[in-house]
């Protein structure tokens, strides 16, 4: 069994910026693929990031390109999430989740995720 629990989330203006860290237990995470993705009000989960076992391999959505950088410390069992340039259009529930077939890059389907968090708001104002 994996626990994931993520923290930093909050409220945050426009152009601002945000760390979430994903904090695993039980099991070490260092030979797991992790991702964030996320869930605004009345809409679907969607895909937000991935980052291969060993941080070779990372990949965003194209919404969040450029503004997000996901990042691992293996010896800490912690996946983060750096989010600058924040829009209102970010604010949603972030969710980290572990998909634990071991030295998998990743993927964009939360499906193939075998544990998640409980998630931690972030609500980006104009």
């Known amino acids: 069994q994996v626990q994931l629990v993520e923290s930093g989330g909050g409220l945050v203006q426009a152009g601002g910026s945000v760390r979430l860290s994903c904090a695993a237990s039980g099991r070490t995470i260092s030979s797991y693929a992790m991702a964030w993705f996320r869930q605004a009000p009345g809409k679907e989960r969607e895909f937000v990031s991935h980052i291969s076992w060993d941080g070779s391999s990372i990949y965003y959505a194209g919404s969040v390109k450029g503004r997000f950088t996901i990042s691992r410390d293996n010896a800490k069992n912690t996946v983060y999430l750096q989010m600058n340039s924040l829009k209102p259009e970010d604010t949603a529930v972030y969710y980290c989740?572990?998909?634990?077939?071991?030295?998998?890059?990743?993927?964009?389907?939360?499906?193939?995720?075998?544990?998640w968090g409980q998630g931690t708001q972030v609500t980006v104002s104009s």
């Open positions: 989740a572990a998909e634990t077939r071991p030295f998998y890059s990743g993927s964009n389907y939360g499906a193939l995720y075998n544990y």
